[in-house]
């Protein structure tokens, strides 16, 4: 059964863990960790438009 590994959207490792969202302007952004949840916040917080816990 094919599978998609979702990948986190500033590292690029897989997401096991899921719960770490952010709704961009590009569309709902995953990430691995709340690290690399905050750091995309730090670098793009224009373009999210809300977080989802
Ligand atoms: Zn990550």
């Given at each position: 059964?094919?599978?998609?590994?979702?990948?986190?959207?500033?590292?690029?490792?897989?997401?096991?863990?899921?719960?770490?969202?952010?709704?961009?302007?590009?569309?709902l952004k995953r990430f691995c960790c709340a690290g690399c949840l905050s750091v995309y916040?730090?670098?793009?917080?224009?373009?999210?438009?809300?977080?989802?816990?």
């Amino acid at each position: 059964m094919d599978q998609d590994i979702i990948k986190c959207a500033l590292c690029g490792l897989a997401v096991e863990i899921e719960g770490f969202n952010a709704q961009t302007n590009e569309g709902l952004k995953r990430f691995c960790c709340a690290g690399c949840l905050s750091v995309y916040r730090l670098l793009n917080g224009d373009e999210i438009i809300e977080e989802e816990q």
